[in-house]
């Protein structure tokens, strides 16, 4: 089991960049697969980005390649979400979530999930 606490969010400016962080409990952390989800108010938790255990692969949207950069650090027990030019449509409440054998979007494959970090981009 593992429990994960995101930090980093806030509020920016449209244009802006802000790295999200995500820190997990326990000496497993490293076998676990994780992604960053979101979900804007009235709408469905969406996926963002995953890495796999070693961060030699990582997973996008199409929608996301090129503006978000999904990266981990298992020495810190660490996943990070690099996002560069923000957009309002960006705001949102940011999880991470760690599975036991999946980095990809459905999110019937995460076992454990952060209380979130909220985004909000101003224009």
């Known amino acids: 089991q593992v429990h994960l606490v995101e930090s980093g969010g806030g509020l920016v400016q449209a244009g802006d960049s802000l790295r999200l962080s995500c820190g997990g409990s326990g000496r497993t952390f490293s076998s676990y697969a994780m992604a960053w989800f979101r979900q804007a108010p009235g709408k469905e938790r969406d996926f963002v980005a995953g890495?796999?255990?070693?961060?030699?692969?990582?997973y996008y949207p199409n929608s996301e390649k090129g503006r978000f950069t999904i990266s981990r650090d298992n020495a810190k027990n660490t996943v990070y979400l690099q996002m560069n030019n923000l957009k309002p449509e960006d705001t949102a409440v940011y999880y991470c979530a760690a599975s036991y054998n999946s980095y990809g979007s459905n999110i019937r494959k995460y076992d454990f999930w952060g209380q979130g970090t909220q985004v909000t981009v101003s224009s």
């Open positions: 890495i796999n255990w070693n961060g030699d692969n990582t």
